[in-house]
């Protein structure tokens, strides 16, 4: 068991800088993610955690030992590959037993690890048959029993359910909590998925174009995300965003126009000034259908998605944003429609023109 | 599956071809077991009970070392294949595999031996073998066909290698496997198709060439089959029954590698296409 901490690293190929200053701390047993569109750089990140990328600046410790230098075998950790990467000349037995022969496992011990990683993921049963035999979800789970049977201190996933279909995609992430909840160890996962990100993590690491946006627990991210692009990629639908502007401020207190309505709210002292631009986001579903209360947008309907569980309906306000509100259960809204929609103050969220929020703390 | 005016068309291409490049081989064993009268007088017919004779193989193992020149000819095809094999899989694994100064500029170079013939080379080599003692010795027929086969086999097994995905050796790396290892346990068997369709392209113009062997070792006992076949042909008189048998002979083992290898090569051939 270890902890992994990045101090300052960095990474570019040629003049094209792929990390920048990158500074992170992932504490014993943690379950973190690295989540952020594709090509943020976060399947970088993770192989240079692995060792099998350098870094062009920046130190990487794994436990109290810095491991710049050293190979991935000799690093105590394993990765799962979004490709699952078997040995395709291999039996699903000596994939796993594979590494253990260069570890200089002795036979027995090797044999008894794999039967016992054989017996947690339930492929047992498959132990003699090749890869091309297996479906996907069997594949998985042997490349993340390759991963077991070396005991390592951190385990690193790249994207492994993204090969998925959906619900072989649910299941397998359940499987994976579960395993770091009895293993205990320090895992770090790669997705673009947000829902696996929120689902998965202990702490979510948020990334875009090089650059660490913001880390958090799951829920600290989704209600007091810092800036725009993480208020954008956490949460589904994605926030709304609505250009406004400072009306008037009086201590922490700023009133903000936007869309012909307007709104109060706390914010940190002397981040805004009057008429200052600002971006006004609210989640589609922290909206409620109807026009009561002071702060209301109304507008046509483009569309209406019906869930059954929720509807979606999508609307063009006067001021030419589109917004989408998440009203619960179905809804009687159609397209052409007008629609009003409540937004509850509490429920705001304010950036400046750099795109950074200026709330005041909040519970 | 219907038989539309394209596809016939291909099809007769293909066997016109088929019969062109078979042509050559049927009539060496036709008229390798017919009288010399009836190879003159009807060399399109098949040997029959008048025609029928075994005396051009008799005379080949009763006036030369065939035995010897097979050896020969087997010893220098299969030591120069495995070579090749061997050091164009590992050339090609370093050049698609780790990036280095002068990386490119292996490769082109390698390229250009594709390009050039060899046999330009032939007074050079010559000089060289003569320098080196290696005259009259396999060792030096050995030493031009892996030359001459490695660029072929690197850019081949450059490409095979290439397909096989970087994630796999990354895994095996996170194993704790070591370099070494990855090409014996992993690439290697990963890459035998390819390896086959190497053989059987490196194969075939080794066994029989009769350019190098002329001038490199065509004394001593070293000759290699073909050379000893041309003691059959003379100036003035030529015994076809002895030439013809001999290349029956010579024939023989190829024919049986290449069929050997074929089901492979079929499947090296196709393997970047269908996946």
């Not at chain 1, 240079?48 to 690093?75: H, K, M």
């Not at chain 1, 039996?91 to 039967?115: C, H, I, P, Q, S």
């Not at chain 1, 995300?225 to 406004?244: D, H, Q, T, W």
């Not at chain 1, 999508?314 to 589109?322: E, F, H, I, N, V």
Request: aromatic share 8%; hydrophobic share 50%.
């Amino acid at each position: 068991m270890a902890e992994v901490s990045l101090h300052g690293v960095a990474k570019s190929f040629g003049a094209t800088e792929i990390l920048r200053d990158i500074n992170l701390s992932v504490d014993d047993g943690e379950f973190v993610v690295f989540v952020g569109p594709s090509g943020c750089g976060k399947s970088t990140l993770l192989r240079i955690i692995a060792g099998l990328e350098t870094v062009s600046g920046g130190e990487i410790r794994i436990g109290s030992q810095r491991v710049n230098e050293l190979p991935p075998a000799d690093r105590k950790i394993a990765m799962v590959f979004q490709s699952y990467a078997l040995y395709p000349h291999m039996n699903v037995y000596k994939n796993m037993a594979f590494g253990l022969k260069f570890a200089k496992t002795d036979k027995a011990e090797a044999d008894r690890r794999v039967r016992q990683a054989a017996e947690i993921l339930k492929l047992t049963p498959l132990l003699h048959r090749k890869p091309r035999e297996l479906s996907g979800g069997q594949r998985q789970r042997v490349a993340i029993g390759r991963a077991i049977v070396r005991n390592p201190s951190v385990f690193l996933f790249d994207e492994p359910l993204s090969n998925l279909d959906a619900a072989l995609r649910v299941n397998t992430r359940l499987e994976i909590a579960k395993l770091h909840r009895d293993l205990g160890a320090t895992m770090i996962y790669v997705t673009h998925d947000q829902v696996e990100a929120m689902t998965l993590a202990s702490k979510i690491v948020v990334m875009n174009q090089g650059r660490i946006e913001q880390v958090g627990a799951p829920l600290e991210l989704y209600r007091r995300p810092g800036n725009l692009f993480v208020a954008g990629f956490i949460g589904s639908p994605r926030m709304n965003f609505i250009k406004g502007q400072v009306l008037r401020i009086a201590g922490n207190s700023a009133t903000l126009g936007f869309a012909g309505t307007d709104a109060v709210v706390n914010v940190a002292p002397g981040r805004l000034a009057a008429g200052d631009p600002v971006t006004v986001g609210i989640r589609p579903e922290h909206m409620e259908a109807g026009g009561a209360g002071a702060t209301s947008l109304h507008g046509t309907i483009d569309a209406v998605e019906q869930l059954g569980e929720s509807s979606y309906v999508y609307m063009k306000l006067a001021s030419g944003d589109d917004v989408i509100v998440r009203a619960p259960g179905e809804t009687d809204a159609a397209a052409g429609g007008s629609y009003t929609a409540h937004v509850p103050t509490r429920a705001l969220h304010v950036f400046d023109a750099s795109g950074v929020s200026v709330l005041a703390e909040r519970i | 599956m219907t038989l539309r005016p394209g596809r016939i068309a291909v099809h007769i291409a293909l066997i016109l071809y088929t019969i062109l490049a078979l042509g050559p081989i049927f009539l060496i064993l036709i008229n390798a077991f017919k009288t010399r009268r009836a190879i003159f007088a009807d060399p399109l017919g098949f040997p029959n009970g008048q025609t029928f004779t075994t005396i051009g193989f008799d005379r080949v193992f009763a006036n030369s070392d065939f035995g010897l020149y097979f050896f020969n000819s087997l010893t220098v095809t299969v030591v120069s294949l495995v070579l090749i094999v061997l050091i164009g899989a590992m050339a090609a694994w370093a050049l698609t595999e780790y990036k280095f100064r002068g990386n490119m500029l292996i490769g082109l170079y390698l390229a250009i031996g594709i390009m050039v013939p060899i046999r330009l080379g032939s007074v050079s080599i010559l000089r060289m073998m003569v320098e080196l003692n290696l005259v009259n010795t396999l060792t030096a027929l050995i030493l031009v066909y892996v030359a001459q086969g490695l660029p072929l086999a690197i850019l081949i097994l450059g490409e095979f290698i290439q397909q096989i995905p970087k994630d796999l050796r990354d895994a095996a790396r996170c194993d704790g496997v070591s370099e070494y290892r990855i090409f014996f346990s992993i690439i290697l068997p990963l890459i035998s198709p390819a390896i086959a369709t190497v053989a059987v392209f490196t194969m075939v113009p080794v066994w029989n060439d009769l350019w190098f062997p002329l001038i490199l070792a065509p004394g001593d006992g070293k000759q290699t089959i073909t050379l000893g076949v041309q003691q059959f042909i003379g100036q003035y008189v030529t015994d076809w029954n002895a030439v013809l048998a001999s290349l029956t002979l010579a024939i023989a083992p190829v024919l049986a590698l290449y069929l050997l290898f074929s089901r492979y090569l079929v499947r090296g051939l196709t393997a970047g296409a269908v996946k």
